[in-house]
């Protein structure tokens, strides 16, 4: 078996797990990890993101683009499902011309 086709994560309990070099690959590879709920998820590392719209459903999604945007850009695309994001966090706040949002969470990937 090459070595560079396994890679070592942690579960919640600290047992190591085996998973592909695919799934932690690039920038991902360099954050501790553990399973979560059938989830390979970052441990410690948050992302952040925020927006603004007329509505608070319109500034949750633009939060949620902004955050899905980055991940994408830093991890790829299978990281960048904020509906898979561990330790989800979402607030709000009424601005005189709508709404402001923000979201945090831990990347995951399924």
């Known amino acids: 078996m090459?070595?560079?086709?396994l890679a070592v994560t942690f579960?919640?309990?600290?047992?190591p797990?085996?998973?592909?070099?695919q799934e932690?690959?690039?920038?991902?590879?360099m954050?501790?990890?553990?399973?979560?709920?059938?989830?390979l998820c970052m441990s410690d590392h948050w992302h952040s993101g925020s927006g603004v719209g007329a509505t608070k459903d319109a500034a949750q999604k633009a939060a949620i683009r902004s955050w899905i945007?980055?991940?994408?850009?830093?991890?790829?695309?299978?990281?960048?499902?904020?509906a898979n994001?561990?330790?989800k966090k979402i607030s709000y706040s009424k601005e005189s011309s709508g709404w402001s949002a923000s979201v945090e969470g831990r990347p995951c990937y399924r």
């Not at 090459?2 to 086709?5: E, I, K």
């Not at 932690?24 to 590879?29: K, M, N, V």
């Not at 991940?71 to 499902?81: F, K, M, N, V």
């Open 69 to 82: 945007d980055f991940t994408d850009l830093e991890y790829g695309g299978r990281w960048a499902s904020f």
């Open 11 to 15: 579960v919640a309990i600290g047992m």
């Open 2 to 5: 090459r070595l560079s086709m």
């Open 17 to 21: 797990v085996a998973a592909s070099a």
């Open 85 to 87: 994001a561990a330790s």
């Open 31 to 39: 954050h501790d990890m553990r399973r979560e709920k059938g989830k």
């Open 24 to 29: 932690i690959s690039g920038l991902a590879a």
